[in-house]
């Protein structure tokens, strides 16, 4: 199943920078799109989403923009915190059905002091 | 804030035995989902469960799982007769409504020997 995918593993940003993260997917009935923050040993913690009728969504710091030509979206936290160290992961559903989920593999996020 | 709470936070079982995971989903929720994450993969959704019936189930949910809310608050995932390859951490996650994000249980890390 590759139907979402986030293709960089890892990614190392400096306190006070901003960090991008980003997901593509492949499935064009894919229309409602989710953040989640993973600490270890807890579950996934939503974060944001953003449905396919917006090209983008913000709350505080953090901004997900959806190019839905590209079928790709990405996460913008700005300013980058050393709490945001975490693996975060993408996910597409469709509406419609029962809003299953489908996940990205991830991507560690490390902000450096 | 409510949070979903799952227990055991680990279940050791011998190959071949009964398991139950219990899930108490946010008390104003209406859906109800269980996913697994074998060791280095994807999150993968197993089941989705509105109105006292399944929704929406994908390949992985065969005859050996089950899903029961026994009461107002518990939702229960059964698996009869586990494998080795049943051996995952499972998440249970409750939503309000089906176009709402989905929010995660910290999981029951599943240990089949």
């Known amino acids: 199943d590759q139907q979402v995918k986030q293709n960089s593993p890892s990614l190392s940003v400096q306190e006070g920078r901003i960090s991008i993260l980003n997901c593509d997917y492949t499935?064009?009935?894919?229309?409602?799109f989710l953040w989640y923050k993973k600490y270890p040993a807890e579950g996934p913690t939503f974060l944001i989403s953003i449905s396919s009728i917006k090209d983008k969504n913000e709350d505080g710091r953090f901004t997900v923009f959806l190019n839905k030509s590209a079928k790709h979206l990405s996460l913008h936290i700005v300013p980058s915190q050393p709490g945001d160290s975490a693996v975060y992961f993408c996910?597409?559903?469709?509406?419609?059905?029962?809003?299953?989920?489908?996940f990205g593999t991830g991507t560690r996020l490390t902000v450096i002091p | 804030e409510p949070e979903v709470t799952q227990t055991p936070s680990h279940q050791v079982t011998q190959m071949g035995q009964e398991v139950i995971l219990r899930c108490v989903p946010i008390?104003?929720?209406?859906?109800f989902y269980w996913y697994r994450q074998i060791l280095g993969q994807k999150v993968e959704f197993l089941v989705s469960?509105?109105?006292?019936?399944?929704?929406?189930k994908s390949e992985i949910f065969d005859d050996q799982f089950s899903v029961e809310r026994p009461d107002g608050s518990n939702f229960t995932l059964k698996i009869r007769s586990t494998k080795l390859e049943d051996s995952a951490m499972y998440f249970c996650?409750?939503?309000?409504?089906?176009?709402?994000?989905?929010?995660f249980g910290d999981g029951t890390r599943l240990s089949i020997l």
């Open positions: 996650a409750s939503s309000k409504d089906r176009d709402q994000p989905q929010h």
């Open positions: 996910a597409a559903s469709r509406f419609g059905g029962a809003n299953n989920l489908f």
């Open positions: 469960f509105y109105n006292n019936e399944i929704s929406e």
């Open positions: 499935n064009s009935m894919f229309d409602y």
């Open positions: 008390s104003n929720h209406l859906y």
